[in-house]
């Protein structure tokens, strides 16, 4: 199975500065034939279910603001948000789906210092 | 709009059985993958299983392989869990969501169904 971990755990960060998660797996999620990486970034509010912001490790969901941004290949990735906005306080989980199991990171709750 | 609507969650004794539901809407329910994620009080997701499209091939998680069997019915558009030998370790939201590719990101969710196994 690939093993997803996920860094920080948590973290604060002040409305209108950048915050950074990292994602690794432990094994390359990376198909040759079509280059994608078999990643997807989840957003999570309490009480609301998953909500998919990034796919393919870098691709941005229709609505999803800008200021989301997806990016790494291979074993590391990382999601930033340029500008922490209130709205964005939330858990923030990595799934690959590059083979079966289909494992999530550990999750990475953001907050507002 | 898409909708995907759980149902048959409840409180269940260790060892016995549920069978959760997932109604969908709104889309070509028989076009997509369709997936079980749980979510434990306070904890983090947690992928149950998949099956793909025309329901030729099913994938689980090692914690539920042999207890739990994912299925669905095209012509209802519902896909279905069922749970035996339930586990104090599944008490769980369960939620169900939908993928375009049978390898690919899961871009709909329901809103969950609360299991809770306990004597």
């Known amino acids: 199975d690939i093993v997803m971990t996920q860094s920080p755990d948590s973290l604060a960060v002040s409305l209108g500065e950048r915050a950074t998660i990292n994602c690794k797996s432990s094994?390359?999620?990376?198909?040759?034939?079509?280059?994608?990486?078999?990643l997807a970034w989840y957003q999570q509010k309490p009480g609301q279910p998953p909500k998919l912001l990034i796919y393919?490790?870098?691709t941005r969901e229709s609505g999803v603001p800008d200021r989301f941004s997806g990016s790494g290949s291979g074993t590391d990735f990382t999601l930033t948000i340029s500008s922490l906005q209130t709205e964005d306080v939330a858990v923030y989980s990595c799934?690959?789906?590059?083979?079966?199991?289909?494992?999530f990171g550990p999750g990475t709750k953001v907050d507002i210092k | 709009q898409v909708q995907l609507v759980e149902s048959g969650g409840g409180v269940v004794q260790p060892g016995k059985s549920l069978r959760l539901s997932c109604a969908a809407s709104?889309?070509?329910?028989?076009?997509?993958?369709m997936h079980w994620v749980r979510q434990a009080p306070g904890k983090g997701l947690e992928w149950v299983a998949v099956?793909?499209?025309?329901?030729?091939?099913?994938y689980y998680a090692d914690s539920v392989k042999g207890r739990f069997t994912i299925s669905r019915d095209n012509s209802k558009n519902t896909l279905y869990l069922q749970m035996n030998s339930l586990r104090d370790e599944d008490t769980a939201v369960y939620y169900c969501?939908?993928?375009?590719?049978?390898?690919?990101?899961?871009?709909?969710w329901g809103q969950g169904t609360l299991v809770t196994v306990s004597s």
């Open positions: 969501a939908a993928a375009e590719y049978s390898y690919g990101p899961t871009g709909w």
């Open positions: 094994q390359s999620i990376l198909y040759n034939s079509n280059n994608k990486n078999y």
């Open positions: 799934q690959q789906y590059f083979g079966t199991p289909f494992t």
């Open positions: 099956v793909w499209f025309d329901g030729s091939n099913k």
């Open positions: 709104g889309f070509t329910f028989s076009t997509y993958g």
């Open positions: 393919w490790a870098s």
